[in-house]
Protein backbone atom coordinates (compact mmCIF):
# COMPACT_ATOMS: atom_id res chain seq x y z
CA UNK A 1 0.00 0.00 0.00
CA UNK A 2 1.40 3.67 -0.86
CA UNK A 3 1.87 6.67 1.08
CA UNK A 4 1.57 10.35 -0.21
CA UNK A 5 3.04 13.09 1.43
CA UNK A 6 0.60 15.82 1.40
CA UNK A 7 1.06 19.89 1.19
CA UNK A 8 -0.52 22.79 1.70
CA UNK A 9 0.46 26.40 2.53
CA UNK A 10 -1.89 29.52 3.09
CA UNK A 11 -1.27 33.07 3.00
CA UNK A 12 -4.29 35.85 2.82
CA UNK A 13 -2.38 37.23 -0.64
CA UNK A 14 -1.80 35.31 -3.77
CA UNK A 15 1.30 34.26 -4.66
CA UNK A 16 3.46 36.86 -7.04
CA UNK A 17 4.76 36.17 -10.80
CA UNK A 18 8.03 35.83 -9.26
CA UNK A 19 7.44 33.68 -6.19
CA UNK A 20 5.58 30.89 -8.74
CA UNK A 21 9.09 31.56 -11.27
CA UNK A 22 10.78 30.45 -7.73
CA UNK A 23 8.46 27.72 -6.32
CA UNK A 24 8.90 26.52 -9.97
CA UNK A 25 12.44 26.31 -10.51
CA UNK A 26 12.51 24.41 -6.98
CA UNK A 27 10.93 21.94 -7.82
CA UNK A 28 12.45 21.26 -10.82
CA UNK A 29 15.87 21.14 -8.68
CA UNK A 30 14.30 18.24 -6.97
CA UNK A 31 12.30 16.57 -9.81
CA UNK A 32 13.83 12.96 -10.21
CA UNK A 33 15.17 12.54 -13.75
CA UNK A 34 16.50 8.96 -13.76
CA UNK A 35 13.97 6.46 -12.62
CA UNK A 36 15.79 3.43 -12.76
CA UNK A 37 15.53 3.01 -8.85
CA UNK A 38 13.12 5.61 -8.20
CA UNK A 39 9.19 3.98 -7.13
CA UNK A 40 7.83 7.42 -5.96
CA UNK A 41 6.33 10.10 -7.99
CA UNK A 42 7.61 13.41 -8.69
CA UNK A 43 6.13 16.77 -7.04
CA UNK A 44 4.23 18.94 -9.70
CA UNK A 45 4.42 22.04 -11.13
CA UNK A 46 1.15 23.87 -9.65
CA UNK A 47 -1.41 25.20 -11.72
CA UNK A 48 -1.64 28.55 -9.74
CA UNK A 49 -5.08 29.37 -10.89
CA UNK A 50 -7.14 26.59 -9.67
CA UNK A 51 -5.91 27.87 -6.22
CA UNK A 52 -8.79 29.54 -4.18
CA UNK A 53 -7.97 32.22 -1.23
CA UNK A 54 -6.45 31.37 1.41
CA UNK A 55 -4.78 28.74 -0.12
CA UNK A 56 -1.58 29.73 -2.47
CA UNK A 57 -0.58 26.24 -3.34
CA UNK A 58 -1.32 22.75 -2.74
CA UNK A 59 -0.31 18.78 -4.08
CA UNK A 60 1.14 15.71 -3.17
CA UNK A 61 3.59 13.20 -4.11
CA UNK A 62 3.48 9.46 -3.87
CA UNK A 63 6.13 7.44 -1.79
CA UNK A 64 7.47 4.57 -4.00
CA UNK A 65 7.10 0.99 -1.93
CA UNK A 66 10.24 -0.47 -1.21
CA UNK A 67 9.46 -4.10 0.75
CA UNK A 68 13.42 -5.19 0.87
CA UNK A 69 14.41 -1.38 1.45
CA UNK A 70 12.65 0.91 4.15
CA UNK A 71 15.36 3.22 4.05
CA UNK A 72 14.79 4.06 0.20
CA UNK A 73 10.71 5.34 1.68
CA UNK A 74 12.66 7.04 4.29
CA UNK A 75 15.17 8.76 1.44
CA UNK A 76 12.55 9.72 -0.64
CA UNK A 77 10.22 11.46 2.04
CA UNK A 78 13.28 13.58 2.98
CA UNK A 79 14.08 14.72 -0.49
CA UNK A 80 10.22 16.23 -0.32
CA UNK A 81 10.79 17.36 2.79
CA UNK A 82 14.06 19.31 1.64
CA UNK A 83 11.96 20.47 -1.25
CA UNK A 84 9.25 21.69 0.61
CA UNK A 85 11.60 23.25 3.16
CA UNK A 86 13.14 25.03 0.47
CA UNK A 87 9.95 26.32 -0.88
CA UNK A 88 9.20 27.76 2.69
CA UNK A 89 12.59 29.56 2.43
CA UNK A 90 12.02 31.07 -0.28
CA UNK A 91 8.46 32.47 0.03
CA UNK A 92 7.25 34.54 2.86
CA UNK A 93 4.51 34.53 5.12
CA UNK A 94 2.76 31.01 4.30
CA UNK A 95 1.48 29.08 6.74
CA UNK A 96 1.73 25.05 6.12
CA UNK A 97 0.50 21.97 6.60
CA UNK A 98 2.42 19.04 5.41
CA UNK A 99 1.63 15.40 6.25
CA UNK A 100 2.75 11.93 5.54
CA UNK A 101 -0.39 9.97 5.92
CA UNK A 102 -1.73 10.20 8.65
CA UNK A 103 1.15 12.09 10.49
CA UNK A 104 1.77 15.47 10.74
CA UNK A 105 5.25 16.78 9.60
CA UNK A 106 6.91 19.22 11.99
CA UNK A 107 8.97 22.04 11.32
CA UNK A 108 12.79 21.99 12.31
CA UNK A 109 15.02 25.04 12.55
CA UNK A 110 17.83 22.85 11.74
CA UNK A 111 16.35 20.77 8.86
CA UNK A 112 13.08 22.59 7.87
CA UNK A 113 10.04 20.01 7.85
CA UNK A 114 10.91 16.69 9.13
CA UNK A 115 8.80 13.35 10.68
CA UNK A 116 9.02 13.66 13.99
CA UNK A 117 10.44 10.14 14.18
CA UNK A 118 13.51 10.39 12.14
CA UNK A 119 16.45 12.13 14.12
CA UNK A 120 18.32 15.48 12.99
CA UNK A 121 21.75 13.67 12.38
CA UNK A 122 19.70 11.10 9.89
CA UNK A 123 17.96 13.93 8.18
CA UNK A 124 20.90 15.95 7.25
CA UNK A 125 22.91 12.92 6.34
CA UNK A 126 20.31 11.61 3.95
CA UNK A 127 20.17 15.71 2.37
CA UNK A 128 19.56 14.76 -1.27
CA UNK A 129 22.37 16.58 -3.40
CA UNK A 130 20.57 18.07 -6.09
CA UNK A 131 22.75 20.88 -7.55
Known amino acids: MSISLYYIGERERRLSLEEMNRI ?48 MEIEEVVRWCYCLTDIAKAVDNITWNVVLGDE ?28
Open 24 to 71: NSIIEKYRVKNNDYWEGGNISIPDYTEFKAPVVIEGSVEIGEYPDDYE
Open 104 to 131: ELIYDDTVGFKLKKIPVKLHLYLKPDID
